[in-house]
């Protein structure tokens, strides 16, 4: 196969193969390669091409979109993903000093033929459903989707969530720090960061009590409106909202991530009508990155 067609390296290709399918044994078609179809599937994403015109390298078109949506539609990335974050946590490499954010990607008509009903709201919480407006919505922009994540504070993604492009970033932060579970080897699950950083946006009493109440240092500003309310009430406005104006630097990392995940043609523009499979793209990138990680640190 051409260099140009692959992206994984024997060692990231380790860490994947014993959690995707193998062979059953049972007679019938013969069963495809596997890193194969993993590496079509980067590479249409790393294009923006029609699955149609996959190099004939990666075989049928049709097997290698039909591996993308099983395992979409299974959860299995998902379960990737948490497995990697797993180990990294286990070889204290995770940063718990998480940032959040999201971006917003364009929807191509192509993506859009679907019929969305309206006055549906998206599924934040499952994100295994397919939501009923598949994660498109309509704004000034036109129609577009929203990436949500949650990075460690070296930027490796720890939650991610599809939703509408109109979607506020406010609403989307508890939901994701719900998901966010990390398995150890002993003991309970890791849910709790030791501080979120996010920008002004996530500036809300709910938000601020949610952290205070969990221990989490909140690495939040003030926006000037809330500033201004707080000093009309006088003493009942409560305390100042400090800020760790030095930590706060440190928020770019999602930033960074955000710029590296559109390097995909395929993830910076959305041609996938479902937003189960395109947030399993989305899911790839993280794997590689998480994969990337693990295999530099060994």
Same mark, same amino acid.
């Given at each position: 196969?051409?260099?140009?067609?692959?992206?994984?390296?024997?060692?990231?290709?380790?860490?994947?193969?014993?959690?995707?399918?193998?062979?059953?044994?049972?007679?019938?078609?013969?069963?495809? #390669?596997?890193?194969?179809?993993?590496?079509?599937?980067?590479?249409?994403?790393?294009?923006?091409?029609?699955?149609?015109?996959?190099?004939?390298?990666?075989?049928?078109?049709?097997?290698?979109?039909?591996?993308?949506?099983?395992?979409?539609?299974?959860?299995?990335?998902?379960?990737?993903?948490?497995?990697?974050?797993?180990?990294?946590?286990?070889?204290?490499?995770?940063?718990?000093?998480?940032?959040?954010?999201?971006?917003?990607?364009?929807?191509?008509?192509?993506?859009?033929?679907?019929?969305?009903?309206? @006055?549906?709201?998206?599924?934040?919480?499952?994100? @295994?459903?397919?939501? +009923?407006?598949?994660?498109?919505?309509?704004?000034?922009?036109?129609?577009?989707?929203?990436?949500?994540?949650? /990075?460690?504070?070296?930027?490796? +993604?720890?939650?991610? /969530?599809?939703?509408?492009?109109?979607?506020?970033?406010?609403?989307?932060?508890? +939901?994701?720090?719900?998901?966010?579970? /990390?398995?150890?080897?002993?003991?309970?699950?890791?849910?709790? +960061?030791?501080?979120?950083? @996010?920008?002004?946006?996530?500036?809300?009493?709910?938000?601020?009590?949610?952290?205070?109440?969990?221990?989490?240092?909140? /690495?939040?500003?003030?926006?000037?409106?809330?500033? @201004?309310?707080?000093?009309?009430?006088?003493?009942?406005?409560?305390?100042?909202?400090?800020? #760790?104006?030095?930590?706060?630097?440190?928020?770019?990392?999602?930033?960074?991530?955000?710029?590296?995940?559109?390097?995909?043609?395929?993830?910076?523009?959305?041609?996938?009508?479902?937003?189960?499979?395109?947030?399993?793209?989305?899911?790839?990138?993280?794997?590689?990155?998480?994969?990337?990680?693990?295999?530099?640190?060994?």
């Amino acid at each position: 196969m051409v260099s140009r067609f692959r992206l994984l390296s024997d060692a990231q290709w380790s860490l994947i193969q014993p959690m995707l399918p193998k062979p059953t044994g049972r007679p019938g078609r013969k069963f495809s #390669d596997a890193r194969m179809m993993l590496e079509g599937i980067i590479y249409r994403y790393r294009c923006g091409i029609a699955w149609r015109d996959l190099p004939e390298v990666f075989g049928p078109w049709q097997t290698v979109w039909t591996w993308h949506h099983r395992l979409a539609t299974e959860g299995t990335w998902d379960r990737i993903v948490q497995t990697l974050i797993a180990q990294a946590d286990a070889e204290d490499i995770v940063d718990w000093s998480v940032s959040v954010d999201s971006t917003i990607a364009r929807a191509h008509q192509h993506a859009t033929n679907t019929t969305r009903p309206q @006055g549906d709201r998206s599924n934040y919480t499952n994100v @295994g459903v397919e939501p +009923p407006d598949h994660g498109i919505g309509r704004s000034r922009g036109g129609l577009s989707t929203k990436i949500h994540q949650l /990075v460690d504070g070296n930027g490796l +993604p720890l939650v991610t /969530v599809i939703t509408p492009g109109q979607a506020g970033d406010s609403p989307m932060l508890l +939901p994701m720090l719900e998901q966010l579970r /990390v398995n150890r080897p002993t003991g309970r699950p890791r849910t709790r +960061p030791d501080a979120v950083r @996010g920008d002004k946006a996530y500036s809300s009493r709910a938000i601020r009590t949610h952290l205070r109440s969990r221990k989490i240092k909140a /690495v939040i500003p003030e926006p000037s409106d809330q500033q @201004g309310h707080r000093k009309r009430r006088g003493s009942r406005g409560g305390r100042p909202v400090g800020l #760790d104006a030095d930590d706060y630097k440190s928020r770019n990392v999602i930033e960074r991530r955000f710029c590296h995940t559109k390097q995909w043609r395929g993830l910076a523009t959305r041609y996938d009508k479902h937003a189960i499979v395109y947030r399993a793209a989305v899911l790839i990138h993280a794997t590689i990155a998480w994969t990337k990680r693990l295999s530099d640190t060994s």
